[in-house]
Each structure stands twice: as structure tokens, then as C-alpha cells.
């Protein structure tokens, strides 16, 4: 069934996007890309180039199988060019404005077999799914930062999933290379519900002085052995998704350990979002170590 499918589009190309087209490419799909804008597109297509370029000149692909992704990809600023698609992943800004402007396209345009996949980290799948006629055939497939890198794919079902569509993500989700987890529609699911109030601590901790953001980052490397320390890793993974995924859990829950810390959210209103935006709690506009300052 999967390896039948003839085209999967990715609807928004930033960071998690042009990774996510990236992984598709290199399983052998062939990809079409959607942005907004035609700036939004040679930004995206840009990412995906320089993470092919590397892996190329890391001899992680040959030079055959790079020029074999690039011609799997087609890019387009024209939703219509997904009226031939079997599987669509979404993975625009978590607004469910944009969602359903992006839902509500994809069910009119998208043949009524195709499958909609959405990457959202702190909306809810069902809610989404609510928004189109096909709620059946609308599944969270949840990647995490980097997606070429990381293993876990977050098959997100809902009330309204049928059992085919999750085993459908499920297989996509192996051929890809990546291992899913089948997981409810709960605030965080489950791989961020841990990872995020965890993230939150560190910058309570950071915002009471307890340590220097370094040595926060290290108790977590040198102690526990994680590749990243939590304050790098809310920098890599966008201070506003961070919040945005405390907030759903708050919502959610009410329980106080998932309370955003006042740190956190006075770094999003002022724009500190980490690595996107070149500053987080380390700043990245140009230094080679992002913690030097
Ligand atoms: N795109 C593609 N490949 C990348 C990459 C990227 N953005 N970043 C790193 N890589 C690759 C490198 O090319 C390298 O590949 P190689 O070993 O084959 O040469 C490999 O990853 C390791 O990279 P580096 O040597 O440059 O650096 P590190 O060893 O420090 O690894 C890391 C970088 C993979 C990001 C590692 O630090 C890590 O695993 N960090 C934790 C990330 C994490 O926890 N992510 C989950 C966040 S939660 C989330 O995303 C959920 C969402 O909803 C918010």
C-alpha cells in the first residue's frame, strides 16, 4: 500500500518541514513542497540543499543518490499541485487559524483517499481533524528536531481515526526510517509531555540563579549522558513551541508542574526564541560556539 503511493506533499517548509521533506526524499518518495510565497519557498529549499549538502560531503549519500533526491522534489507555492497526492503531512506554524485555512484547502483539493497527517506538537489532532470532511483520514505524525536525526515518530490517533489510517502512518512512519509510537491525542502526547516541563525546570532553575546556564546545561550532559543540555535543547527546539506546548498541558491538566515559567514567557514576548530567531539563552548570530556571548 505505502510503497505504492506515487507522491507525498509537505505543506510548510520551515525547520521541521524541509527536514520533514528531506526524510521523506531520501526513502525514495517522491516529494512536492508547498510554502506560502515564493520567499518562504527558496528559504526552505535552501535548508533542505545545505542538510543534503552536508550529508554529501560526509559521504552519508553519493553523489548519484543526491542528484536522484533532488529529482524527487518539486517545489510550488500552489496547494492545487497536491490534487494528486496519497499522503499530505502539514507542518505549518501552530495556529489553528493557519491550520484550518490549510485543512480546509487540502480536504477540497486532495482526492477523498488521501491521508492528512499534521506535525503539530501543542494542537490538538482531533480538533484539526474536526475542521475537514475526511476526520477518518486525519492522523498526527509528530517528528522532533532534527527530523533527518531523530528516531521517534509520534503516530497521534484520535476518536475519530480509523484503525486503517493509523496503521497506514505507522508503515509510512518505518519506511522512513523512523520508529513510531502509536499515542493519544493528549496535551504533549507523550514524548513532549516529558521533555517540556522537564525544559521548563531548567529555566526556573536559570531564572532563580541556582546555576550559570552552562553548568545547568552540563549537570544534565556530564550527569545523565543526554547530547544536549536543556537550555541548548529549548534553543533548538524554539522557546515559543516550548511555551506553546506548557500552555496546552496547563490548559489540559491544571496541575502545577505545568505552570510556564515567567522567564519563558517574557523571552517569547521579546522575541528570544532561540536558534531560529540567532538568540535563546545563547546567542547564535555569528559566534561559532553559541555559548559565547
Ligand atoms: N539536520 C540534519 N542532520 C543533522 C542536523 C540537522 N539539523 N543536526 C545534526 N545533524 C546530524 C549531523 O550531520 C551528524 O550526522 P553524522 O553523525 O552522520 O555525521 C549528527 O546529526 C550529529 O550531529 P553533530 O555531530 O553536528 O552534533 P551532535 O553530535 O551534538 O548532535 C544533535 C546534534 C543530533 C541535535 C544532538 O545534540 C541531539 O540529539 N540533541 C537532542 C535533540 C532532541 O532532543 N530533539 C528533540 C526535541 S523535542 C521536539 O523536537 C518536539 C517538538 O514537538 C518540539
Known amino acids: 500500500m505505502v510503497q505504492e503511493f506515487k507522491k507525498v506533499g509537505v505543506v510548510g517548509l520551515g525547520t521541521m518541514g524541509a527536514g520533514i521533506v528531506e526524510v521523506f526524499a531520501r526513502a525514495g518518495f517522491s516529494v512536492t513542497g508547498v510554502e506560502i510565497d515564493d ?42 499541485d497536491l490534487a494528486d497526492a496519497d499522503f499530505v503531512v502539514e507542518a505549518v506554524p501552530e495556529r489553528i487559524d493557519i491550520k484550518r485555512d490549510v485543512f480546509t484547502d487540502l480536504d477540497r483539493i486532495c482526492p477523498p483517499g488521501t491521508i492528512l497527517a499534521t506535525n503539530t506538537s501543542s ?27 531523530m528516531k521517534l515518530a509520534e503516530i497521534v490517533g484520535t476518536v475519530l481515526t480509523s484503525s486503517g489510517t493509523t ?15 502509536v499515542v493519544s491525542d493528549r496535551a ?32 544534565v550532559t556530564k550527569a545523565a549522558g543526554f ?38 514567557r517574557r523571552m517569547v514576548a521579546a522575541g528570544l526564541l532561540g536558534r531560529k530567531t540567532g538568540r535563546g539563552f545563547y546567542d547564535y548570530s555569528g559566534a561559532d560556539n553559541p555559548a559565547e556571548e
Do not use: Q
Not at 502526547?189 to 545547568?216: G, M, Q, T
Open 39 to 80: 520567499a518562504a519557498l527558496d528559504r526552505g529549499r535552501g535548508h533542505l540543499e545545505k542538510s543534503l549538502g552536508r550529508a554529501l560531503s560526509k559521504g552519508k549519500i553519493t553523489e548519484e543518490e543526491h542528484a536522484a533526491i533532488l529529482g524527487r522534489l518539486v517545489f510550488t507555492t500552489a496547494r492545487e
Open 123 to 149: 494542537l490538538s489532532v482531533t480538533e484539526i481533524a474536526a475542521l475537514t470532511n475526511r476526520p477518518d483520514k486525519v492522523v498526527g505524525l509528530h517528528f522532533f528536531n532534527p527530523a533527518p536525526v
Open 167 to 181: 496503521e497506514i502512518a505507522s508503515e509510512v512512519a518505518k519506511r522512513i526510517g523512523k520508529t513510531p509510537v
Open 188 to 219: 504533549g502526547f507523550v514524548a513532549n509531555a516529558l521533555l517540556v516541563p522537564y525544559i521548563n525546570d531548567a529555566v526556573k532553575a536559570y531564572e532563580h540563579k541556582f546555576a550559570s546556564r552552562e553548568e545547568i546545561d552540563e549537570s
Open 227 to 264: 547530547p544536549m543540555g536543556p537550555l541548548t535543547l529549548a534553543d533548538l527546539v524554539g522557546l515559543d513551541v516550548c511555551l506553546a506546548v506548557m500552555d496546552v498541558l496547563w490548559e489540559e491538566f491544571r496541575e502545577s508542574r505545568y505552570v510556564a515559567t515567567p522567564l519563558l
